[in-house]
Protein backbone atom coordinates (compact mmCIF):
# COMPACT_ATOMS: atom_id res chain seq x y z
CA UNK A 1 0.00 0.00 0.00
CA UNK A 2 1.07 3.67 -0.95
CA UNK A 3 3.63 1.79 -3.57
CA UNK A 4 4.26 2.67 -7.03
CA UNK A 5 1.30 1.04 -9.48
CA UNK A 6 2.18 -2.37 -11.32
CA UNK A 7 2.55 -1.28 -14.48
CA UNK A 8 4.34 -4.83 -15.67
CA UNK A 9 2.36 -7.54 -17.46
CA UNK A 10 2.18 -11.07 -16.17
CA UNK A 11 4.92 -13.43 -17.87
CA UNK A 12 4.90 -16.88 -18.87
CA UNK A 13 7.18 -18.54 -17.21
CA UNK A 14 6.79 -22.10 -18.48
CA UNK A 15 3.69 -23.92 -20.07
CA UNK A 16 2.54 -27.50 -20.30
CA UNK A 17 3.01 -28.85 -22.45
CA UNK A 18 5.86 -26.73 -24.33
CA UNK A 19 4.91 -24.05 -27.00
CA UNK A 20 6.21 -25.82 -30.28
CA UNK A 21 5.61 -29.45 -29.31
CA UNK A 22 4.45 -31.82 -31.81
CA UNK A 23 3.00 -35.45 -31.59
CA UNK A 24 0.82 -34.84 -29.28
CA UNK A 25 -2.84 -34.15 -28.23
CA UNK A 26 -3.32 -32.83 -24.66
CA UNK A 27 -6.21 -32.93 -22.36
CA UNK A 28 -5.10 -29.59 -20.36
CA UNK A 29 -3.08 -26.57 -21.08
CA UNK A 30 -1.54 -25.36 -17.91
CA UNK A 31 0.65 -21.63 -18.41
CA UNK A 32 2.66 -20.88 -15.15
CA UNK A 33 3.07 -17.03 -15.00
CA UNK A 34 5.61 -14.57 -12.42
CA UNK A 35 2.57 -13.02 -10.59
CA UNK A 36 -1.18 -14.27 -9.81
CA UNK A 37 -3.41 -13.64 -12.54
CA UNK A 38 -6.81 -13.78 -13.32
CA UNK A 39 -9.05 -13.54 -16.59
CA UNK A 40 -10.73 -11.55 -18.66
CA UNK A 41 -13.42 -12.77 -21.17
CA UNK A 42 -11.84 -16.14 -22.29
CA UNK A 43 -14.97 -17.39 -24.54
CA UNK A 44 -14.61 -14.52 -26.33
CA UNK A 45 -10.52 -13.52 -25.91
CA UNK A 46 -9.15 -16.42 -26.48
CA UNK A 47 -8.81 -17.36 -30.18
CA UNK A 48 -8.36 -21.24 -30.65
CA UNK A 49 -7.38 -22.18 -34.43
CA UNK A 50 -8.20 -24.40 -36.05
CA UNK A 51 -11.94 -24.16 -34.39
CA UNK A 52 -12.90 -26.31 -31.60
CA UNK A 53 -16.25 -26.53 -29.76
CA UNK A 54 -16.09 -24.21 -27.56
CA UNK A 55 -18.39 -25.02 -25.66
CA UNK A 56 -16.46 -27.84 -24.32
CA UNK A 57 -13.47 -25.73 -23.56
CA UNK A 58 -13.14 -24.62 -19.37
CA UNK A 59 -10.80 -21.89 -18.40
CA UNK A 60 -9.65 -22.21 -15.02
CA UNK A 61 -7.32 -19.10 -13.10
CA UNK A 62 -5.68 -20.49 -10.07
CA UNK A 63 -2.76 -17.97 -8.08
CA UNK A 64 -0.25 -18.01 -10.97
CA UNK A 65 -1.78 -20.33 -13.55
CA UNK A 66 -4.19 -20.49 -16.15
CA UNK A 67 -5.39 -24.12 -16.59
CA UNK A 68 -7.34 -25.11 -20.22
CA UNK A 69 -9.17 -28.19 -20.05
CA UNK A 70 -10.48 -29.04 -23.73
CA UNK A 71 -12.51 -31.74 -23.16
CA UNK A 72 -12.44 -33.25 -26.66
CA UNK A 73 -10.64 -35.00 -29.17
CA UNK A 74 -8.24 -32.65 -31.14
CA UNK A 75 -7.88 -33.63 -34.88
CA UNK A 76 -4.59 -36.06 -35.96
CA UNK A 77 -1.96 -34.31 -37.64
CA UNK A 78 -3.11 -30.74 -37.13
CA UNK A 79 -1.38 -27.69 -35.23
CA UNK A 80 -3.40 -25.49 -32.96
CA UNK A 81 -2.85 -22.58 -32.21
CA UNK A 82 -4.04 -20.83 -28.74
CA UNK A 83 -3.90 -17.00 -28.91
CA UNK A 84 -4.61 -15.40 -25.72
CA UNK A 85 -4.87 -12.35 -27.14
CA UNK A 86 -6.17 -9.69 -24.04
CA UNK A 87 -7.54 -12.32 -21.67
CA UNK A 88 -4.60 -12.98 -19.09
CA UNK A 89 -4.58 -9.93 -16.63
CA UNK A 90 -2.56 -9.49 -13.50
CA UNK A 91 -4.55 -9.29 -10.60
CA UNK A 92 -3.41 -6.06 -9.06
CA UNK A 93 -3.75 -3.55 -11.95
CA UNK A 94 -5.25 -5.79 -14.74
CA UNK A 95 -2.50 -5.47 -16.65
CA UNK A 96 -2.66 -7.89 -19.72
CA UNK A 97 0.29 -10.32 -20.27
CA UNK A 98 1.66 -9.64 -24.05
CA UNK A 99 1.98 -12.12 -26.71
CA UNK A 100 0.59 -15.07 -25.60
CA UNK A 101 0.28 -17.54 -27.89
CA UNK A 102 0.99 -21.19 -27.74
CA UNK A 103 1.55 -23.46 -30.75
CA UNK A 104 1.27 -27.38 -30.34
CA UNK A 105 1.00 -30.07 -33.54
CA UNK A 106 -0.86 -33.69 -33.13
CA UNK A 107 1.11 -34.44 -35.79
CA UNK A 108 5.19 -34.36 -36.31
CA UNK A 109 5.67 -31.38 -37.28
CA UNK A 110 4.34 -27.56 -36.72
CA UNK A 111 2.03 -26.09 -40.09
CA UNK A 112 4.20 -23.13 -41.36
CA UNK A 113 2.29 -21.59 -44.17
CA UNK A 114 0.40 -18.31 -43.59
CA UNK A 115 -1.80 -16.04 -44.86
CA UNK A 116 -1.62 -12.05 -44.15
CA UNK A 117 -3.28 -8.97 -46.18
CA UNK A 118 -4.67 -6.01 -45.35
CA UNK A 119 -8.71 -4.38 -45.49
CA UNK A 120 -10.48 -1.50 -45.60
CA UNK A 121 -14.08 0.27 -45.33
CA UNK A 122 -13.87 1.76 -48.78
CA UNK A 123 -17.65 3.67 -48.33
CA UNK A 124 -16.86 4.69 -44.76
CA UNK A 125 -17.37 8.42 -44.34
CA UNK A 126 -15.52 8.75 -40.71
CA UNK A 127 -12.01 7.54 -39.66
CA UNK A 128 -11.60 3.49 -40.53
CA UNK A 129 -12.21 1.76 -37.15
CA UNK A 130 -10.83 -1.83 -36.65
CA UNK A 131 -12.07 -2.83 -33.82
CA UNK A 132 -13.86 -6.30 -33.96
CA UNK A 133 -12.85 -6.89 -37.71
CA UNK A 134 -11.46 -10.51 -38.08
CA UNK A 135 -10.48 -12.76 -40.60
CA UNK A 136 -11.21 -16.67 -41.24
CA UNK A 137 -10.69 -19.36 -43.82
CA UNK A 138 -13.03 -22.26 -44.28
CA UNK A 139 -12.11 -25.37 -46.02
CA UNK A 140 -12.90 -25.60 -49.49
CA UNK A 141 -15.48 -28.85 -48.77
CA UNK A 142 -16.57 -27.18 -45.62
CA UNK A 143 -20.71 -27.36 -46.23
CA UNK A 144 -20.90 -23.82 -43.69
CA UNK A 145 -19.53 -20.37 -44.21
CA UNK A 146 -19.12 -17.04 -42.60
CA UNK A 147 -22.40 -16.79 -41.98
CA UNK A 148 -23.72 -19.76 -40.73
CA UNK A 149 -20.77 -21.23 -38.28
CA UNK A 150 -17.18 -20.02 -36.90
CA UNK A 151 -14.43 -20.58 -39.81
CA UNK A 152 -11.89 -23.48 -39.37
CA UNK A 153 -8.91 -20.31 -38.92
CA UNK A 154 -9.07 -16.79 -37.00
CA UNK A 155 -7.12 -13.91 -36.87
CA UNK A 156 -7.68 -10.71 -35.70
CA UNK A 157 -6.96 -7.33 -37.45
CA UNK A 158 -4.61 -4.91 -36.03
CA UNK A 159 -5.25 -1.02 -35.60
CA UNK A 160 -4.23 -0.49 -39.13
CA UNK A 161 -6.25 -2.69 -40.57
CA UNK A 162 -3.42 -5.71 -41.44
CA UNK A 163 -3.63 -9.36 -40.46
CA UNK A 164 -1.72 -12.15 -40.33
CA UNK A 165 -2.88 -16.04 -39.77
CA UNK A 166 -0.01 -18.12 -38.89
CA UNK A 167 0.80 -22.10 -38.60
CA UNK A 168 -2.00 -22.71 -41.48
CA UNK A 169 -2.20 -26.26 -43.00
CA UNK A 170 -1.83 -26.78 -46.41
CA UNK A 171 -5.00 -27.14 -48.54
CA UNK A 172 -8.05 -24.94 -50.53
CA UNK A 173 -10.04 -22.82 -48.81
CA UNK A 174 -12.17 -19.71 -48.68
CA UNK A 175 -11.70 -16.70 -47.06
CA UNK A 176 -13.74 -13.97 -45.51
CA UNK A 177 -13.40 -10.69 -43.45
CA UNK A 178 -16.24 -9.36 -41.69
CA UNK A 179 -16.99 -6.77 -38.35
CA UNK A 180 -17.92 -8.98 -35.57
CA UNK A 181 -19.99 -6.68 -33.85
CA UNK A 182 -22.09 -9.14 -31.56
CA UNK A 183 -18.98 -11.70 -30.90
CA UNK A 184 -20.78 -14.61 -32.08
CA UNK A 185 -17.07 -15.41 -34.57
CA UNK A 186 -19.84 -15.25 -37.74
CA UNK A 187 -21.23 -12.30 -40.12
CA UNK A 188 -24.58 -10.93 -40.21
CA UNK A 189 -25.17 -9.14 -43.54
CA UNK A 190 -27.92 -7.27 -41.94
CA UNK A 191 -25.97 -5.37 -39.81
CA UNK A 192 -22.26 -5.72 -39.82
CA UNK A 193 -19.49 -4.80 -42.56
CA UNK A 194 -17.68 -8.25 -44.56
CA UNK A 195 -16.13 -9.29 -47.80
CA UNK A 196 -14.58 -12.42 -49.31
CA UNK A 197 -12.20 -13.52 -51.48
CA UNK A 198 -13.97 -14.18 -55.02
CA UNK A 199 -11.65 -16.97 -55.52
CA UNK A 200 -9.72 -20.19 -54.27
CA UNK A 201 -7.27 -19.57 -51.68
CA UNK A 202 -5.03 -22.48 -52.44
CA UNK A 203 -2.11 -22.67 -49.52
CA UNK A 204 1.07 -24.91 -50.10
CA UNK A 205 4.71 -24.42 -49.41
CA UNK A 206 5.00 -22.36 -52.59
CA UNK A 207 1.90 -19.93 -51.78
CA UNK A 208 3.36 -16.29 -51.73
CA UNK A 209 -0.18 -14.85 -51.99
CA UNK A 210 -1.25 -11.97 -49.58
CA UNK A 211 -5.23 -10.95 -49.11
CA UNK A 212 -6.99 -7.91 -49.90
CA UNK A 213 -10.74 -7.06 -48.96
CA UNK A 214 -13.29 -4.31 -49.30
CA UNK A 215 -15.47 -4.49 -46.58
CA UNK A 216 -19.23 -3.28 -46.80
CA UNK A 217 -23.02 -4.00 -45.80
CA UNK A 218 -24.82 -6.25 -48.27
CA UNK A 219 -28.91 -7.67 -47.22
CA UNK A 220 -28.72 -11.10 -48.66
CA UNK A 221 -32.58 -11.46 -48.15
CA UNK A 222 -33.59 -11.87 -51.40
CA UNK A 223 -36.68 -9.24 -52.06
CA UNK A 224 -40.34 -10.55 -51.80
CA UNK A 225 -43.59 -10.14 -52.25
CA UNK A 226 -45.58 -10.53 -49.08
CA UNK A 227 -49.25 -9.64 -49.42
CA UNK A 228 -51.57 -7.11 -51.58
CA UNK A 229 -54.20 -5.76 -50.04
CA UNK A 230 -57.11 -3.11 -50.57
CA UNK A 231 -56.07 0.58 -48.96
CA UNK A 232 -59.35 2.54 -48.92
CA UNK A 233 -60.43 2.99 -53.00
CA UNK A 234 -56.54 2.22 -53.40
CA UNK A 235 -54.58 -0.86 -53.97
CA UNK A 236 -51.39 -1.59 -51.96
CA UNK A 237 -48.59 -4.13 -52.80
CA UNK A 238 -46.38 -5.08 -49.87
CA UNK A 239 -42.74 -6.06 -49.82
CA UNK A 240 -39.95 -7.54 -47.29
CA UNK A 241 -37.91 -4.32 -48.34
CA UNK A 242 -37.19 -1.61 -50.29
CA UNK A 243 -36.44 -1.79 -54.47
CA UNK A 244 -34.19 -0.47 -56.00
CA UNK A 245 -35.47 -0.34 -59.33
CA UNK A 246 -39.13 -0.87 -59.92
CA UNK A 247 -41.35 -1.82 -63.37
CA UNK A 248 -44.70 -1.71 -63.86
CA UNK A 249 -47.15 -2.83 -66.01
CA UNK A 250 -50.88 -2.43 -66.05
CA UNK A 251 -53.43 -1.20 -68.51
CA UNK A 252 -53.71 2.63 -68.08
CA UNK A 253 -50.87 3.70 -66.18
CA UNK A 254 -49.55 7.17 -66.46
CA UNK A 255 -53.30 8.10 -67.80
CA UNK A 256 -55.96 6.62 -65.18
CA UNK A 257 -53.60 4.54 -62.99
CA UNK A 258 -50.75 5.83 -60.90
CA UNK A 259 -48.49 4.66 -58.26
CA UNK A 260 -46.34 5.82 -55.47
CA UNK A 261 -43.21 3.63 -53.63
CA UNK A 262 -43.41 4.25 -49.88
CA UNK A 263 -41.28 2.04 -47.83
CA UNK A 264 -41.73 -1.08 -48.46
CA UNK A 265 -44.99 -0.42 -50.30
CA UNK A 266 -46.46 0.62 -53.75
CA UNK A 267 -49.47 2.22 -53.58
CA UNK A 268 -51.76 2.32 -57.10
CA UNK A 269 -54.49 4.73 -57.50
CA UNK A 270 -57.24 5.06 -59.57
CA UNK A 271 -58.08 8.20 -61.55
CA UNK A 272 -61.83 6.84 -62.56
CA UNK A 273 -63.74 4.18 -61.03
CA UNK A 274 -62.58 0.43 -62.25
CA UNK A 275 -65.60 -2.16 -61.49
CA UNK A 276 -63.42 -5.13 -62.21
CA UNK A 277 -60.50 -6.71 -61.35
CA UNK A 278 -57.09 -5.54 -63.87
CA UNK A 279 -53.78 -7.42 -64.25
CA UNK A 280 -50.68 -6.03 -62.50
CA UNK A 281 -47.27 -7.03 -63.69
CA UNK A 282 -44.15 -6.17 -61.50
CA UNK A 283 -40.70 -6.58 -61.88
CA UNK A 284 -38.43 -5.49 -58.73
CA UNK A 285 -34.62 -5.39 -58.43
CA UNK A 286 -32.62 -4.88 -55.16
CA UNK A 287 -29.35 -3.05 -54.28
CA UNK A 288 -27.53 -6.63 -54.25
CA UNK A 289 -29.23 -7.27 -57.81
CA UNK A 290 -31.94 -10.04 -57.01
CA UNK A 291 -35.05 -9.56 -59.01
CA UNK A 292 -38.84 -10.67 -58.32
CA UNK A 293 -41.80 -10.91 -60.94
CA UNK A 294 -45.27 -11.28 -60.14
CA UNK A 295 -48.42 -10.92 -61.64
CA UNK A 296 -50.97 -9.99 -59.22
CA UNK A 297 -54.99 -8.94 -59.87
CA UNK A 298 -55.69 -4.85 -58.67
CA UNK A 299 -59.16 -4.63 -57.26
CA UNK A 300 -59.69 -0.98 -56.87
CA UNK A 301 -63.31 -1.75 -54.43
CA UNK A 302 -65.35 1.33 -53.53
CA UNK A 303 -64.72 2.92 -49.31
CA UNK A 304 -65.84 5.33 -47.44
CA UNK A 305 -62.30 5.30 -45.91
CA UNK A 306 -61.36 9.19 -45.22
CA UNK A 307 -58.21 9.78 -48.03
CA UNK A 308 -55.03 10.85 -46.49
CA UNK A 309 -54.06 14.31 -46.34
CA UNK A 310 -51.75 15.80 -49.09
CA UNK A 311 -47.97 16.16 -48.21
CA UNK A 312 -45.07 17.74 -49.50
CA UNK A 313 -41.51 17.82 -48.39
CA UNK A 314 -39.17 20.33 -50.69
CA UNK A 315 -35.45 20.82 -51.19
CA UNK A 316 -35.34 23.88 -49.44
CA UNK A 317 -32.42 25.93 -48.40
CA UNK A 318 -29.98 24.36 -51.43
CA UNK A 319 -27.59 26.83 -52.88
CA UNK A 320 -26.79 27.69 -56.67
CA UNK A 321 -25.48 29.67 -59.12
CA UNK A 322 -27.34 30.77 -62.24
CA UNK A 323 -29.27 27.31 -62.51
CA UNK A 324 -31.14 25.75 -60.35
CA UNK A 325 -33.95 22.92 -59.50
CA UNK A 326 -36.54 22.75 -57.15
CA UNK A 327 -37.96 19.62 -56.08
CA UNK A 328 -41.25 18.70 -54.45
CA UNK A 329 -42.03 15.46 -53.40
CA UNK A 330 -45.80 14.71 -52.78
CA UNK A 331 -47.10 11.70 -50.75
CA UNK A 332 -49.38 11.23 -53.46
CA UNK A 333 -49.53 11.95 -57.53
CA UNK A 334 -50.36 15.15 -58.17
CA UNK A 335 -53.33 15.85 -61.06
CA UNK A 336 -54.02 19.74 -61.19
CA UNK A 337 -51.62 23.05 -60.08
CA UNK A 338 -52.72 25.81 -59.95
CA UNK A 339 -49.92 28.05 -62.30
CA UNK A 340 -51.82 31.44 -60.98
CA UNK A 341 -51.13 30.41 -57.56
CA UNK A 342 -47.13 29.41 -57.63
CA UNK A 343 -44.21 32.22 -58.10
CA UNK A 344 -40.63 32.89 -57.01
CA UNK A 345 -39.46 35.54 -55.48
CA UNK A 346 -36.56 37.40 -55.52
CA UNK A 347 -35.96 40.30 -53.45
CA UNK A 348 -38.87 42.68 -54.28
CA UNK A 349 -39.42 40.67 -57.88
CA UNK A 350 -42.10 37.94 -58.42
CA UNK A 351 -41.07 35.89 -61.44
CA UNK A 352 -43.60 33.72 -62.73
CA UNK A 353 -43.42 30.25 -63.23
CA UNK A 354 -44.28 28.93 -66.84
CA UNK A 355 -45.06 25.57 -67.83
CA UNK A 356 -42.16 24.61 -69.92
CA UNK A 357 -40.27 25.42 -66.23
CA UNK A 358 -42.15 22.18 -65.01
CA UNK A 359 -41.59 18.38 -65.19
CA UNK A 360 -42.36 15.31 -63.55
CA UNK A 361 -39.74 13.31 -62.51
CA UNK A 362 -41.65 9.83 -63.69
CA UNK A 363 -44.89 10.57 -65.64
CA UNK A 364 -46.41 7.09 -64.45
CA UNK A 365 -45.84 8.21 -60.43
CA UNK A 366 -46.35 12.18 -60.78
CA UNK A 367 -44.99 12.47 -56.86
CA UNK A 368 -41.64 14.38 -57.54
CA UNK A 369 -42.30 18.07 -59.21
CA UNK A 370 -38.98 19.81 -60.57
CA UNK A 371 -38.97 23.00 -61.16
CA UNK A 372 -36.39 24.42 -63.46
CA UNK A 373 -34.91 27.76 -63.05
CA UNK A 374 -32.04 30.02 -64.62
CA UNK A 375 -31.34 33.50 -62.93
CA UNK A 376 -28.66 35.09 -64.65
CA UNK A 377 -26.02 37.86 -62.91
CA UNK A 378 -28.13 40.58 -64.13
CA UNK A 379 -30.66 39.77 -61.15
CA UNK A 380 -28.53 40.72 -57.78
CA UNK A 381 -30.13 39.40 -54.94
CA UNK A 382 -28.85 36.31 -52.20
CA UNK A 383 -31.77 34.63 -51.41
CA UNK A 384 -34.86 33.71 -53.96
CA UNK A 385 -37.83 31.86 -52.52
CA UNK A 386 -40.41 29.33 -53.87
CA UNK A 387 -44.23 30.89 -53.03
CA UNK A 388 -47.33 28.57 -52.82
CA UNK A 389 -50.66 28.93 -51.52
CA UNK A 390 -52.84 26.83 -49.76
CA UNK A 391 -54.53 24.68 -52.36
CA UNK A 392 -51.76 24.97 -55.57
CA UNK A 393 -51.49 21.20 -55.61
CA UNK A 394 -54.18 18.77 -55.99
CA UNK A 395 -53.81 14.98 -55.41
CA UNK A 396 -55.50 12.09 -57.28
CA UNK A 397 -57.69 11.61 -54.21
CA UNK A 398 -59.38 15.69 -54.39
CA UNK A 399 -57.07 16.34 -51.45
CA UNK A 400 -55.04 20.20 -51.79
CA UNK A 401 -52.49 21.37 -49.86
CA UNK A 402 -53.50 22.80 -46.89
CA UNK A 403 -50.94 25.57 -45.96
CA UNK A 404 -48.89 27.88 -47.87
CA UNK A 405 -45.79 27.00 -48.62
CA UNK A 406 -42.36 29.01 -48.96
CA UNK A 407 -38.68 27.49 -49.31
CA UNK A 408 -35.67 29.56 -49.47
CA UNK A 409 -32.82 28.92 -51.79
CA UNK A 410 -29.50 31.30 -51.77
CA UNK A 411 -28.15 32.18 -55.16
CA UNK A 412 -24.20 32.49 -55.42
CA UNK A 413 -22.23 35.90 -57.00
CA UNK A 414 -19.96 34.46 -59.18
CA UNK A 415 -16.28 36.38 -57.65
CA UNK A 416 -17.33 34.05 -54.44
CA UNK A 417 -16.68 31.17 -56.34
CA UNK A 418 -14.12 28.83 -56.75
CA UNK A 419 -13.18 28.66 -60.44
CA UNK A 420 -12.56 25.16 -60.47
CA UNK A 421 -10.64 21.83 -59.24
CA UNK A 422 -9.50 19.13 -61.69
CA UNK A 423 -7.13 16.07 -61.82
CA UNK A 424 -6.68 12.12 -62.91
CA UNK A 425 -8.16 9.36 -61.62
CA UNK A 426 -5.20 6.25 -61.69
CA UNK A 427 -5.62 2.60 -61.60
CA UNK A 428 -8.86 1.84 -62.83
CA UNK A 429 -10.94 2.28 -66.42
CA UNK A 430 -14.33 2.33 -67.59
CA UNK A 431 -17.19 3.99 -65.91
CA UNK A 432 -16.98 6.84 -63.06
CA UNK A 433 -19.19 8.28 -60.60
CA UNK A 434 -16.72 10.78 -59.64
CA UNK A 435 -18.34 13.37 -56.46
CA UNK A 436 -17.35 16.25 -54.26
CA UNK A 437 -19.19 15.53 -50.81
CA UNK A 438 -19.82 18.21 -48.61
CA UNK A 439 -19.17 18.24 -44.59
CA UNK A 440 -22.80 17.27 -44.28
CA UNK A 441 -22.00 14.69 -45.80
CA UNK A 442 -24.28 15.55 -49.05
CA UNK A 443 -23.60 15.10 -52.51
CA UNK A 444 -23.23 18.89 -54.01
CA UNK A 445 -21.87 18.47 -56.99
CA UNK A 446 -21.56 14.74 -59.13
CA UNK A 447 -19.90 14.05 -62.83
CA UNK A 448 -20.64 10.78 -64.87
CA UNK A 449 -17.72 9.60 -66.99
CA UNK A 450 -17.12 6.78 -69.12
CA UNK A 451 -13.84 5.21 -70.07
CA UNK A 452 -11.92 8.80 -69.29
CA UNK A 453 -9.64 9.13 -66.25
CA UNK A 454 -9.95 13.07 -66.14
CA UNK A 455 -12.27 14.93 -64.38
CA UNK A 456 -13.40 18.50 -63.60
CA UNK A 457 -15.67 20.82 -61.76
CA UNK A 458 -15.88 24.61 -62.22
CA UNK A 459 -17.88 27.37 -60.41
CA UNK A 460 -18.05 25.51 -57.06
CA UNK A 461 -19.32 27.22 -53.78
CA UNK A 462 -16.24 27.54 -51.39
CA UNK A 463 -16.14 25.08 -48.80
CA UNK A 464 -14.44 21.93 -47.59
CA UNK A 465 -15.15 18.70 -49.20
CA UNK A 466 -13.58 14.85 -49.94
CA UNK A 467 -13.52 14.03 -53.16
CA UNK A 468 -15.27 9.93 -54.01
CA UNK A 469 -14.49 8.16 -56.87
CA UNK A 470 -17.13 5.32 -57.31
CA UNK A 471 -16.13 2.43 -60.32
CA UNK A 472 -19.44 2.10 -61.68
CA UNK A 473 -18.75 -1.11 -63.63
CA UNK A 474 -22.41 -1.53 -64.74
CA UNK A 475 -22.92 1.70 -65.67
CA UNK A 476 -26.04 2.54 -63.10
CA UNK A 477 -25.03 5.76 -61.96
CA UNK A 478 -24.83 4.12 -57.84
CA UNK A 479 -22.90 2.16 -55.94
CA UNK A 480 -23.63 -1.67 -55.86
CA UNK A 481 -22.99 -3.55 -52.96
CA UNK A 482 -21.16 -7.58 -53.10
CA UNK A 483 -23.33 -10.59 -53.57
CA UNK A 484 -22.02 -13.81 -51.85
CA UNK A 485 -24.62 -15.66 -53.71
CA UNK A 486 -23.06 -14.67 -57.02
CA UNK A 487 -19.49 -14.02 -55.99
CA UNK A 488 -19.58 -10.92 -56.82
CA UNK A 489 -17.68 -8.28 -55.05
CA UNK A 490 -18.52 -4.87 -54.31
CA UNK A 491 -18.12 -1.77 -56.60
CA UNK A 492 -14.04 -0.09 -55.55
CA UNK A 493 -15.19 3.32 -54.11
CA UNK A 494 -11.53 5.17 -53.72
CA UNK A 495 -11.12 8.86 -52.15
CA UNK A 496 -8.63 11.61 -52.46
CA UNK A 497 -6.53 12.04 -49.82
CA UNK A 498 -3.70 14.69 -49.56
CA UNK A 499 -0.32 15.01 -48.29
CA UNK A 500 -1.74 14.47 -45.16
CA UNK A 501 -3.73 11.79 -45.48
CA UNK A 502 -7.04 13.55 -44.69
CA UNK A 503 -9.86 13.42 -47.41
CA UNK A 504 -10.39 17.11 -46.70
CA UNK A 505 -10.25 19.43 -49.68
CA UNK A 506 -10.25 23.01 -48.87
CA UNK A 507 -11.98 24.95 -51.72
CA UNK A 508 -11.34 28.76 -52.01
CA UNK A 509 -13.11 31.06 -53.65
CA UNK A 510 -11.53 32.74 -56.83
CA UNK A 511 -8.86 29.74 -56.34
CA UNK A 512 -8.61 26.99 -59.02
CA UNK A 513 -6.82 23.58 -57.63
CA UNK A 514 -5.27 21.19 -60.20
CA UNK A 515 -3.39 18.39 -61.27
CA UNK A 516 -5.02 16.53 -58.23
CA UNK A 517 -4.83 12.58 -58.49
CA UNK A 518 -7.06 9.91 -56.79
CA UNK A 519 -5.28 6.29 -56.92
CA UNK A 520 -8.05 3.48 -56.85
CA UNK A 521 -7.43 1.15 -54.09
CA UNK A 522 -6.80 -2.74 -54.56
CA UNK A 523 -9.92 -4.93 -55.66
CA UNK A 524 -11.00 -7.68 -53.45
CA UNK A 525 -8.33 -10.41 -53.92
CA UNK A 526 -5.08 -12.19 -54.29
CA UNK A 527 -1.84 -10.59 -55.11
CA UNK A 528 1.46 -11.53 -55.56
CA UNK A 529 4.05 -10.94 -52.59
CA UNK A 530 7.37 -11.81 -51.46
CA UNK A 531 7.20 -15.50 -49.34
CA UNK A 532 7.63 -15.26 -45.87
CA UNK A 533 7.75 -17.64 -43.35
CA UNK A 534 6.78 -17.34 -39.86
CA UNK A 535 10.41 -17.74 -38.24
CA UNK A 536 11.78 -15.63 -41.07
CA UNK A 537 9.25 -12.51 -41.57
Known sequence: MGGPSDEDPPKLIESSPKDQSTSISPERIVLTFDEYVGLENPAK????????????????????????????????????????????????????????????????????????????????????????????????????????????????????????????????????????????????????????????????????????????????????????????????????????????????????????????????????????????????????????????????????RKAEKLTIQVNSGKSFYQKLSMELNFNKPITQIRMDSLAIKADSILIPIRKEMLSFADSSKRDLL?????????????????????????????????KPIQANYRKLKRKNLADGISGEIRGTDGKLVVQLISGKKEIEYELKLDNESKFSFSLLDPGTYSLRVIEDRNGNGIWDPSNYQTRRSAERVFYYEGEEQTRDLVVRGGWTVEDLVIRANNPSGLRKTEKKSVDNP
Open 370 to 402: RINLFLPDSIETDLISLIAADSTFQDIEGEVNE
Open 45 to 304: GVVITPKINKDLVEFIALKNTITVLLKQELEDSTTYVFDFQKSVVDISERNPAEKLKLVISTGNQIDSLNLSGSLRFPYSEQSEDYRNVLVGIYPLDDSTDVFTAPPYYLGQVDTLGNFNLTNLKAGAYRAYAWRDNNGNLKAEYKSEDYDFLPDTLNLDANSSDSAFFNLSKADLNPIKFLRTASFGKNFDVVLNRNPLQTQVEIEGLGDRIFYVQGDKRLRFFKKSPISDSIPLKISLKDSVGFSKDSLVWAKFPPSD
